[in-house]
């Protein structure tokens, strides 16, 4: 294959790279420097941003509001987005439920939902996990009762990723225990206003706010807000679950925090050397440059598959597997640059005083709090030993 970008390619990425230089919300870029966390109104000024450009819904169609722009043009505006440290579009709405009301839902459900993902007005969380179900997506047990021209829900979602500023959740829900633990699984949208609907914070490692657990006690849901028909949201959650599998990548992100780590191990000594020289803490980086772009040749193969507009197969299982170890061994390697300054370097945690002025180097508080949030990675969107089943079974045939 030929990797190299075209020269029209070239100048798309200089525009985009200008926007984000001049145009783009200086205030979040700060914001994520220092670590901190986005409040939903963060997210809501960088989303606006680049929706005034009309390029929040790099991954739609046209048709549907979307940019329709190639698989090389997305690549590159989310490498210059990652490049100038500018915050990553919340996936809930424009990655995951989007396409399969786009794609699934009817007139009517597109018309309801859709602008509002468009110009974020509206968030969405997803609700799959649930506390007894552990990487057994297929067993969950949260139910919709038929009612009428309603569904009763009744159960528990965990681990929703910001749902403390969801206005919508999509949810799988058990409609039928009579077959297969696949089959009987119904796609619900579900206003997060309507009553009986309770969020409860999880706080992370990283002292952060970002997942919650949300429990439903006889909640009543229209059944128009149903996605496809009943029983069959396997079909439509395996062809969500393609989509988020291909996010992880984040192949310049990646490359701007390995570049942070060797801009601190220049500055930071051991035993009064510097840590940059050290030809062991040299090797390391070596390694992660070669996976990264391994990972990066992959990402853009699995682009050139789908360039015709289609979803992601099963093999976006080999990138999340790749991505996320990836993203942790990088992190890891950085806590050896920045880990003397872990204490100090998270605003949202509850950091004893002394360490409140503590000078800190640039990007240790962001470079600290990725080594924590990572931890996640291999778990979340399926856990990578769950995704190495499907690649021996769906890829390889064993």
């Not at 990088?330 to 920045?338: H, K, N, P, R």
């Not at 005083?353 to 949030?373: C, E, F, K």
Request: charged share 20%.
């Amino acid at each position: 294959m030929d990797f190299s970008f075209s020269r029209a390619d070239e100048e798309f990425r200089m525009m985009v790279r200008d926007f984000f230089e001049n145009d783009y919300p200086r205030e979040i870029i700060a914001l994520l420097e220092r670590g901190a966390s986005p409040t939903k109104a963060d997210y809501q000024t960088s989303e606006r941003a680049m929706a005034a450009k009309g390029w929040l819904a790099v991954n739609w169609p046209k048709a549907d509001g979307g940019t329709g722009w190639s698989a090389n043009q997305k690549y590159i505006f989310d490498e210059e987005l990652e490049r100038a440290g500018a915050l990553n579009v919340v996936p809930m709405g424009l990655l995951y439920v989007g396409p399969v009301i786009y794609t699934f839902g009817t007139e009517a459900q597109k018309q309801k939902w859709l602008p509002g993902i468009l110009d974020s007005t509206t968030f969405w969380a997803q609700g799959y996990s649930e506390p007894e179900s552990g990487s057994d997506l297929a067993s969950l047990q949260c139910s919709a009762t038929p009612d009428g021209d309603d569904y009763i829900v009744n159960g528990t979602k965990i681990w929703t990723s910001l749902g403390q500023h969801a206005d919508w959740i999509f949810c799988l829900l058990r409609t039928d225990n009579s077959g297969k633990k696949q089959e009987g699984i119904t796609f619900l949208c579900i206003d997060m206003s309507t009553p009986g609907i309770t969020v409860n914070p999880i706080i992370t490692i990283d002292g952060k706010h970002t997942l919650n657990s949300i429990t439903f006690e006889n909640v009543r849901v229209p059944q128009a807000n149903r996605i496809g028909e009943e029983g069959k949201g396997w079909t439509y959650a395996n062809y969500l679950l393609g989509h988020e599998r291909t996010s992880y990548a984040h192949v310049a992100g990646k490359r701007k925090l390995i570049s942070n780590i060797r801009v601190t191990a220049r500055a930071t000594k051991v035993d009064g050397r510097r840590l940059i020289d050290d030809p062991a803490f040299q090797r390391k980086l070596s390694e992660l440059d070669v996976r990264l772009n391994a990972l990066e040749i992959t990402v853009l193969r699995t682009l050139a598959s789908v360039a015709d507009g289609g979803a992601p197969g099963n093999e976006s299982s080999i990138l999340k597997v790749i991505a996320t170890e990836l993203a942790q061994d990088i992190t890891e390697v950085g806590m050896e640059a920045f880990g003397l300054y872990a204490a100090p370097a998270f605003p949202d945690s509850v950091a004893p005083d002394w360490t409140r002025n503590m000078p800190l180097p640039a990007n240790a508080a962001s470079s600290v709090a990725h080594y924590l949030g990572n931890r996640a990675q291999s778990i979340y969107g399926g856990s990578n030993e769950i995704q190495k089943n499907i690649i021996s079974k769906h890829l390889l045939g064993l």
